[in-house]
Structure formats: structure tokens, C-alpha cells
């Protein structure tokens, strides 16, 4: 089945069953490789990506319900928001094994764009990515930096 996508801006067209998951077709059929699997079951956050302005789990998302959206991955060239945070999560050294990171940035970039200026609650309620460094705290001041370089104010 030929399955069309806009990834980062570019079309692509796919010789894929429309109930693959989009992860795989990100990691195998386009090389990138940046979008982690970590549970299969959306459960973890590692295979986060951007789906029209939404943190979406893509190991769950089918490629065929994806016709007509746009998909952004941690590879995308970066807007305003995102490079605040990946300046941020640098600067404060936020991640220990970096696993879980691109998909943590993705949900971070999502909730900025949602949420301009964060809580902590907020941050907890609307971040469900898990890191199994523990680096929530660094995670959580990594947000609130980025928040303030693009125009929101910490917490």
C-alpha cells in the first residue's frame, strides 16, 4: 500500500501497510533514527514526535491515519522553542543516558507551545515521558529556562 507523509517538511511516499507504526517508519524506511523505542505500548515517551502541534506517541500512531498531517521529529530543523530547550537541556545538563531525551524535548517543545509559561504542576501534568536517570528536576529547570528565553517566565 503507497502511504504518503510530510515528515520535516518533505514528502514522502511509502511502500507500507497503513497499520505500521509510524516509529518503524521513521527508524527503518527513512533513517531517522532520532525518534527512540523504548516500551511499544506509548506507555514511556522515548518515541515521541510533533503531529500537527501535538506530542503524539508514534510506536502506537498507524502511518494510515496519518494522511494529510504533518510530522515533526527531533530531527526537524528547529523553531524558536525547541532550540531554547535543546540550549537549555546543553547548558544545564539535563540528561544523564540521553535515551529517553528526543522524545522528552518533543512532549517539552509541545507543552511550551500549549503552556508559554509553565508550573511545576503544570510541567508534572503535562510531561508524562519517562526518564529512568531520574533527571526530573534538571528536566523541569531545563523547561522553565527555555520558557524564559522565548518569552515565558519560570515558575
Known amino acids: 500500500m503507497s502511504t504518503q507523509l510530510t ?15 509510524l516509529l518503524w517508519v521513521l527508524r527503518d ?7 527512540k523505542f523504548g516500551c511499544g505500548v506509548a506507555s514511556c515517551g522515548a ?31 528547529p523553531d524558536r522553542i525547541t ?11 539535563v540528561p544523564q543516558c540521553g535515551y529517553c531525551q528526543s522524545g522528552m524535548i518533543m512532549a517539552a517543545a509541545a507543552l ?3 503552556t508559554p509559561k509553565p508550573s511545576d504542576a503544570d510541567i508534572d501534568a503535562g510531561i508524562s515521558n519517562l526518564c529512568r536517570c531520574g533527571t526530573y528536576q534538571r528536566i523541569r529547570a531545563g523547561i522553565h529556562a ?3 528565553q522565548v518569552g515565558g517566565s519560570a515558575a
Open 7 to 21: 515528515v520535516n517538511g518533505q514528502g514522502h511516499s511509502l511502500d507500507v501497510e497503513a497499520d505500521t507504526p
Open 29 to 35: 524506511e527513512l533513517g531517522l533514527t532520532g525518534t
Open 47 to 77: 518515541c515521541t514526535v510533533d503531529i500537527d502541534g501535538t506530542a503524539t506517541r508514534s510506536c502506537v500512531m498507524p502511518v494510515g491515519a496519518l494522511q494529510g498531517k504533518h510530522i515533526r521529529t527531533i530531527e526537524a530543523e
Open 83 to 93: 532550540a531554547a530547550l535543546q540550549a537549555a537541556w546543553i547548558q544545564l545538563q
Open 112 to 114: 511550551l507551545r500549549s
Open 146 to 148: 527555555a520558557a524564559a
